[in-house]
């Protein structure tokens, strides 16, 4: 029997070979995607960055001598800000009673949709319409239709009971919010129709087939099959949603300017009229840093429970 001598790689080949390995695999994909990643940096980083820093100035218009580094004064003055934290409230009014309607509503029609029904064709267009209207059009329409002198809902509300006589509720302290939620459900409600029909269609037939030859209901589908599989779905649109939602001040900057008394005021409005109105860049800025922070926290929360569903 003879033996094959076994020969080591010498030192110089084996460091080439490594650094062939390290370039070809480790430092050209990141070449490739420098393009994008210096394009993200220069559209998205660079003015959050800014953005952030001009929490910590004075930047008023209107006084333009008293411009400068303040540290964190602003925030001190946001704690103290009883507008900001009324503010926050109608926000959390705002985004979880919209998307509240607009998930259940959204998977209603998303579960109808997915069934074969007379007339589907023409209704499953009819649904997606009021994606397509632009913003400034609904809020208007919207504020039309609660106006008592030419629309129809105060007084189909005042027959039903729900007010004592026909009027504006968009100028009612106590009532004015529901205008705007009620024009962000019919806009936004087939976003959710959409993604949820889409991930309904992803579903295998032959697992439904196999509850009903088991006696499954169609409560016990539902929950046991069809929920798990939109889970994921629903963890993502939810979030993305909701951030939209905080940040979506245009439907109540139409319909009531955040009016009446501040009732519709939410955080992104409260930007907008300090930074354009009272030209205070430095204080609405620290405002939309807030902001960012409490939608960071929320969509943590969500992708952790999204992690643990689709791994359940």
């Not at 790689?9 to 460091?15: I, V, Y």
């Not at 209603?108 to 023409?122: D, P, V």
């Not at 269609?201 to 439904?208: D, F």
Request: aromatic share 16%; with cysteine.
């Amino acid at each position: 029997m003879t033996l094959r001598a076994q020969h080591a790689p010498l030192p110089g080949k084996k460091g080439r070979a490594e650094g062939t390995f390290y370039w070809r695999y480790v430092m050209e994909p990141w070449l490739y995607l420098s393009p994008a990643i210096i394009l993200i940096g220069l559209v998205m980083l660079v003015p959050l960055a800014i953005g952030i820093s001009y929490s910590f100035q004075s930047i008023e218009l209107l006084r333009p001598m008293n411009t400068g580094w303040v540290g964190f004064e602003n925030y001190g003055d946001l704690v103290e800000d009883r507008k900001f934290w009324k503010s926050l409230r109608n926000t959390l009014w705002w985004t979880f009673g919209s998307v509240g309607f607009q998930f259940a509503l959204g998977l209603g029609l998303a579960l109808l949709l997915n069934t074969q029904f007379y007339g589907k064709r023409l209704i499953q267009p009819l649904v997606f319409l009021p994606w397509a209207v632009p913003t400034f059009l609904s809020a208007l329409t919207w504020a039309w239709l609660f106006n008592p002198v030419i629309g129809p809902l105060p007084h189909w509300l005042a027959a039903l009971g729900v007010l004592s006589e026909p009027y504006n509720i968009l100028g009612d302290p106590d009532l004015a919010m529901w205008g705007p939620i009620a024009a962000n459900v019919w806009y936004g409600v087939p976003f959710f129709a959409i993604t949820l029909l889409a991930a309904l269609q992803s579903i295998p037939g032959e697992l439904y087939e196999a509850a009903e030859i088991d006696g499954a209901t169609g409560w016990q589908c539902f929950t046991k099959i069809t929920l798990p599989f939109l889970a994921p779905m629903i963890a993502i649109t939810v979030m993305l949603r909701t951030i939209w939602i905080a940040n979506f001040a245009d439907l109540i900057f139409v319909m009531t300017g955040g009016g009446p008394a501040n009732s519709t005021q939410i955080l992104s409005s409260y930007i907008f009229t300090t930074a354009f109105r009272k030209l205070d860049f430095g204080y609405a800025s620290t405002i939309a840093v807030a902001l960012l922070f409490f939608l960071l926290i929320f969509a943590a929360i969500l992708l952790a429970i999204r992690r643990k569903l689709v791994r359940i």
